[in-house]
């Protein structure tokens, strides 16, 4: 994953040594050397992350963050504060005017990759979220800016998943003013748990007795509602390998033992508070999505939207030298089933494929019922490998197991799969379906159940 990452500070060094370690892990690289030169780049939307020193002249970064996270252009942009500054009371200020994450120097390259890369993938899924937004109706993305105002991080439902007694006690104690705090002190329990809660935020031990605890976070977000569940990992320095696994694979933030109050307050919120703004934008898509836009049989988009939508996120992807994918995938032999048994069964069948097309793919895909048995999926940010492994999920998930089909027996349906790469600034819609549509056919003809890439 790529993203634009500006720097902040007015001293030379201290940039140039940033930039060699983002560069090296293949992040682009803006920098500022005040934080008005900071606010001008980040109004102009060149930037996905910001990398903000606290200590510059004229205006501090606690005061520029503050002035990026009140306007409602660059409220959204994820801000990872940097500082000389080791006190605790230091780190709950950054927090408090919205920040998202805050490291002391000197910089443990361990800690700033791991939450610059946590950041760029929470960037991503709100880029595609506001761009659905904006494609369907552009209301909706005014009426998402205008939520973070309304939205707090107070009176937040939490869960403290931890098997030491006295240590889940105190993190309750900690919380327990300001939010409503359920602990769990059998891991096991964990999905049933949440299964039968509505949650905000979950904080997870890495101290589980007898249990892995990557393994209790991974099932708890396999429950459809708690899918981007905010989780916290609370964790000892000698856990840090095992961190960092964890926000590679999704974990919100971790905090250090011993766990000091307001470090704890100030992260809880903030997780709290986007989780609720992301909800907000979803709700907003939902609701002021038109139906011309979304197949009635399905419940996903229809050709119309992708068509718009897919000119809009190439444009996009060219402008700013980013990877795009398309997926199109057609249902083996469905003519015989509805000769076989009729459309009413037809029918059911794309449901059921629908939903798990929807199951299988990311957060940030966009999902379209193409016309008839044929579907498109859109992938930003997407990678070969990537697009690999969710293609193959996908045709997995059709093949493993028979559809319900009412009064018929179950039927066993499986699914071809053309890929396509976005591959030039001068590639077009019409080029990227035309290899998808392709590599559909050369599936197909190969003997379907497949997955085939447009250059493979």
Not at 286 to 305: K, P
């Given at each position: 994953?790529t993203?634009r990452?500006l720097?902040?500070?007015?001293i ?5 040594l940033l ?5 090296a892990e ?5 920098t500022a050397g005040s934080g008005?030169e900071?606010?001008?780049?980040c109004a102009r939307g ?6 903000l020193?606290?200590?510059m ?21 994820p ?13 709950v200020k950054?927090?408090t ?9 000197p910089v443990?390259d ?5 939450r ?12 595609e979220?506001?761009?659905r937004?904006?494609t369907?109706?552009?209301i909706a993305i005014?009426?998402?800016a205008?939520?973070?105002?309304r939205?707090?991080?107070?009176g937040?439902?939490?869960l403290?998943v931890d098997?030491?007694?006295?240590h889940?006690?105190r993190?309750?104690?900690?919380l327990?003013?300001?939010?409503t ?7 096991a329990?964990a999905?049933f ?6 949650y905000?935020l979950?904080?997870?031990?890495m101290?589980?007795?007898?249990f892995d ?7 708890i977000?396999?429950?459809?509602h ?5 989780i916290i990992?609370?964790?000892?320095e ?5 961190v960092?696994?964890a ?8 905090i250090?033992?011993p766990?000091?109050?307001n470090e704890l307050?100030?992260r809880?919120r ?8 992301a909800?907000e934008?979803r709700?907003?898509v939902?609701?002021t999505?038109a139906l011309a836009v979304?197949?009635?049989l399905?419940?996903l988009?229809n050709r119309r939207?992708?068509?718009r939508h897919?000119?809009a996120?190439l ?23 509805n000769d076989?048994?009729g459309?009413?069964v037809g ?8 939903d798990r097309?929807?199951?299988n793919?990311r957060?940030?895909?966009?999902a379209c019922r193409f016309g ?11 990678d070969?490998q990537?697009a690999?492994?969710?293609a193959?999920r ?7 197991a028979?559809f319900e089909?009412?009064?018929?027996p179950?039927?066993k349906q499986t ?8 591959e030039?600034?001068d ?5 990227l ?12 003809r190969e003997?379907r159940n ?6 493979a």
């Amino acid at each position: 994953m790529t993203a634009r990452v500006l720097i902040v500070d007015d001293i030379p060094t201290n940039v140039r040594l940033l930039q060699a370690r983002l560069t090296a892990e293949y992040f682009e690289v803006v920098t500022a050397g005040s934080g008005a030169e900071a606010l001008e780049i980040c109004a102009r939307g060149d930037v996905d992350i910001v990398l903000l020193d606290v200590m510059m002249p004229e205006m501090d970064g606690f005061e520029v963050c503050r002035r990026l996270k009140a306007d409602p252009a660059t409220q959204h942009l994820p801000v990872l504060m940097i500082t000389a500054l080791d006190q605790p009371s230091d780190r709950v200020k950054g927090l408090t005017v919205g920040a998202d994450d805050f490291l002391t120097k000197p910089v443990d390259d361990m800690q700033l990759m791991a939450r610059v890369k946590s950041l760029a993938r929470l960037k991503s899924l709100t880029d595609e979220l506001r761009a659905r937004a904006f494609t369907g109706q552009q209301i909706a993305i005014e009426d998402a800016a205008r939520a973070m105002d309304r939205i707090s991080g107070e009176g937040g439902s939490i869960l403290v998943v931890d098997s030491d007694e006295r240590h889940a006690a105190r993190i309750r104690s900690y919380l327990a003013d300001h939010h409503t705090v359920d602990v769990l002190t059998q891991p096991a329990d964990a999905v049933f748990q949440v299964t039968g809660g509505r949650y905000d935020l979950a904080l997870v031990s890495m101290a589980l007795e007898g249990f892995d605890p990557l393994r209790v976070a991974s099932q708890i977000r396999t429950l459809d509602h708690a899918r981007n569940l905010p989780i916290i990992l609370i964790s000892d320095e000698g856990d840090r390998a095992k961190v960092v696994r964890a926000l590679d694979l999704g974990i919100n933030d971790f905090i250090l033992r011993p766990v000091e109050r307001n470090e704890l307050a100030a992260r809880v919120r903030t997780q709290i508070r986007r989780y609720r703004y992301a909800t907000e934008l979803r709700d907003s898509v939902t609701n002021t999505m038109a139906l011309a836009v979304t197949d009635e049989l399905t419940g996903l988009y229809n050709r119309r939207y992708f068509d718009r939508h897919l000119s809009a996120m190439l444009s996009k992807a060219q402008s700013q030298d980013r990877e795009l994918v398309l997926m199109m995938l057609d249902i083996d032999h469905f003519k015989h089933v509805n000769d076989s048994y009729g459309h009413d069964v037809g029918d059911l069948v794309l449901k059921e494929f629908a939903d798990r097309l929807r199951r299988n793919i990311r957060g940030v895909d966009l999902a379209c019922r193409f016309g008839g048995e044929e579907f498109v999926v859109l992938m930003p940010d997407t990678d070969y490998q990537q697009a690999e492994i969710v293609a193959e999920r996908v045709r997995a998930a059709v093949a493993e197991a028979a559809f319900e089909a009412g009064t018929v027996p179950p039927l066993k349906q499986t699914v071809s799969v053309g890929v396509s790469l976005h591959e030039s600034r001068d590639d077009t819609p019409e080029a990227l379906l035309k290899r998808a549509d392709i590599a559909l056919y050369r599936a197909k003809r190969e003997g379907r159940n497949r997955v085939v890439f447009d250059a493979a």
